[in-house]
């Protein structure tokens, strides 16, 4: 079994950063791909920002130019920082991951959420 565990959010003021951080453990073989996904009430689950074994990112237009993905294979961790978050990032933020386990199964994984609050 593989476990995502997410830190992170919290409250912050328009034009603050937070840095998300999600770490997975557990049967793994590798991951492939991670990514962040977001759902605000009301709102669809979006995807934010995602990334490939071999560090290529893709980004919600929403987010491009403020919020970086990023992740350390070695420790088995994601980042998500966020920079010049507005009151519409508010929402509860997913980690998500793609593992190949230690018996060659691939499956999708998902943490918790935390919660982002951006006030104005």
């Known amino acids: 079994q593989v476990q995502l565990v997410e830190s992170g959010g919290g409250c912050v003021q328009a034009g603050g950063s937070l840095r998300l951080s999600c770490g997975a453990s557990?049967?793994?073989?590798?991951?492939?791909?991670m990514g962040w996904y977001r759902q605000a009430p009301g709102k669809q689950r979006e995807l934010v920002a995602s990334?490939?074994?071999?560090?290529?990112?893709d980004y919600a237009d929403s987010v491009k130019g403020r919020f970086t993905i990023s992740r350390d294979n070695a420790k088995n961790m994601v980042y998500l920082q966020m920079n010049s978050l507005k009151p519409d990032d508010t929402a509860v933020y997913y980690c998500?991951?793609?593992?190949?386990?230690?018996?060659?199964?691939?499956?999708?994984?998902w943490g918790q959420g935390t919660q982002v609050t951006v006030s104005s």
């Open positions: 557990g049967s793994i073989f590798s991951i492939n791909a």
């Open positions: 998500n991951a793609n593992v190949r386990s230690s018996i060659n199964v691939d499956r999708e994984y």
């Open positions: 990334i490939t074994s071999g560090g290529s990112t």
